[in-house]
């Protein structure tokens, strides 16, 4: 075998052993995920609503959007962080009439081994007259 087949071969034998080693932790890792349930309401002083989900890791401190229903894409009106009792806040000036609805964005955090995942949700479409 010539030097040129052997640095090939070890090439090939080192990439297949890194990707082998790689391999392991990620069959290891334990997915959790878990259900997030987003509402909305109008009444004042603004849209509000609360995520909702049996572990309090996934209602605090998430991502939720509000948007505004028409004709092509969705119109994003504005976004806001849950707090620590999952509620949260967009407020809209001044208020048109349509069909709104809010999103809670999906959220993935990983300990030893375990990643946790927090689905995302979509509210109900509330209507604005």
Same mark, same amino acid.
């Given at each position: 075998m010539s030097q040129a087949h052997r %640095?090939?071969?070890?090439?090939?034998c080192a990439a297949l052993v890194t990707a082998a080693v790689?391999?392991?932790?990620?069959l290891a890792t334990n997915v959790?995920?878990?259900?997030s349930k987003?509402?909305?309401?109008? /009444?004042?002083p603004a849209? /509000?609503?609360?995520?909702?989900?049996?572990? /309090?890791a996934c209602e605090t401190? %998430?991502?939720v959007k509000l948007f505004k229903r028409r004709h092509g894409p969705d119109r994003l009106l504005g976004h806001d962080r849950t707090n620590h009792d999952g509620k949260w806040k967009v407020e809209v000036h001044p208020?048109?009439?349509?069909a709104y609805y809010a999103k809670v964005t999906r959220r993935e955090e990983g300990t030893a081994g375990t990643i946790f995942v927090c689905r995302r949700d979509r509210s109900r479409t509330?209507?604005?007259d």
């Open positions: %640095r090939v071969a070890l090439i090939i790689a391999a392991i932790p990620a959790v995920k878990i259900d987003v509402t909305i309401s109008t /009444h004042a849209f /509000h609503g609360k995520v909702k989900s049996d572990r /309090h401190r %998430r991502k208020l048109s009439s349509g509330l209507v604005v």
